[in-house]
């Protein structure tokens, strides 16, 4: 064999060594290879919601939101809090039109006022949107279901607690929300029929506050200089009592004036340990979102809900709140 025919063979011979060891190699690899483990996707939600406040960084609708947020992750649903910054019944309204647009699978919204939000509600029902009304009922609406206070209740027992704590002697002004809304004009009714056989209680005067501490402040503050004679007040809305408690603590009037005010926001609380707010209307925001949603579900999956359901109400007083450990506990609902 001549010398080039060996070197020859002996390549040959190493090259199919080579491309055996490699062939064995990588069927080996092949066939031992763990596919990468697939990342948990999250899962898709069931459905999706929109609640639409009056007012986005209201603290009382906060509350409302988190009960909401609460069920939906409980739920599987997505949820969107969208609505106008500040109170404005114009984008609250185009708010509820653009979800409905969107498809959205459910529509949770307070029925402001029936002239403009039942034709809107109306609407968005035939076109197949379900709508839950949460805290303020379109009554006369096609919304499925309404959750919340009863409004006229609420007033109702505000007028009740003003009379047994002034004695059945009271000159009041009330400051409400909006005169527009449902449910500010129910609570305003209530106090009054509360109030009408008391010959010692008088209304002098009633103003609006636009959903607005300052408002409440400077319509509180007027009052009080147009009509001396004022010695109690009553703020129909979250915000009013808190108005009212700075302008009464401003003049030092805290002995002379009575304040009954509307839920129980950290602010209210410490007003009422202050003596400054004599009593609150208690309401259920938090388990209004969550039941609200609920209900939602429900009513999507064909199951039968109420079509009313009012959440408890009731009057609080310095007596009523715990001495220790109370802000977390009542703060928050
Ligand atoms: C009412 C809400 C309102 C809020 C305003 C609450 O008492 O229930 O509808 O938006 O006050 O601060």
Redesign the pocket.
């Known amino acids: 064999m001549s010398r080039f025919s060996v070197v020859a063979y002996t390549f040959g011979i190493l090259f199919f060594i080579v491309s055996c060891s490699m062939a064995v190699f990588y069927g080996y690899k092949v066939v031992t290879h763990h596919l990468p483990v697939e990342k948990k996707v999250p899962e898709p939600y069931k459905y999706h919601f929109v609640l639409v406040?009056?007012?986005l960084d209201?603290e009382?609708?906060r509350l409302v939101e988190s009960g909401a947020k609460a069920a939906a992750k409980k739920y599987g649903v997505l949820l969107e809090y969208s609505g106008p910054k500040q109170a404005n019944i114009d984008d609250h309204l185009k708010t509820i039109e653009m979800s409905a647009a969107s498809k959205v699978d459910g529509i949770l919204t307070?029925g402001l006022s029936d002239e403009q939000f039942t034709p809107l509600i109306n609407r968005v029902i035939a076109d197949g949107i379900p709508v839950i009304t949460v805290?303020?009922d379109a009554a006369n609406s096609l919304r499925l279901a309404y959750i919340g206070?009863d409004n006229y209740y609420s007033g109702f027992l505000a007028g009740k607690a003003l009379i047994t704590d002034t004695n059945g002697r009271a000159n009041v002004a009330i400051i409400t929300?909006t005169f527009y809304a449902n449910?500010q004009q129910q609570r305003v009714k209530g106090f009054q029929d509360a109030v009408k056989d008391e010959p010692g209680i008088h209304i002098i005067d009633i103003q609006q506050s636009e959903?607005s501490t300052v408002k409440a402040a400077e319509k509180a503050n007027q009052l009080l200089k147009d009509h001396p004679e004022i010695n109690a007040f009553y703020g129909t809305?979250?915000?009013d009592g808190i108005g009212i408690a700075q302008v009464i603590e401003k003049y030092k009037k805290q002995r002379e004036v009575y304040v009954i005010g509307?839920?129980t926001l950290p602010e209210t609380l410490d007003y009422i340990r202050r003596g400054t707010i004599k009593a609150t209307v208690v309401?259920q925001p938090y388990e209004m979102g969550y039941r609200a949603v609920k209900m939602m579900i429900d009513i999507i999956e064909g199951k039968t809900v109420s079509q009313v359901v009012h959440t408890e109400t009731r009057i609080m007083r310095i007596g009523d709140l715990p001495v220790s450990g109370m802000r977390n506990k009542e703060d928050n609902h």
Request: overall charge negative.
């Open positions: 406040p009056e007012e209201n009382y609708w307070q805290d303020t206070t929300g449910h959903i809305s979250a915000l509307f839920d309401q």
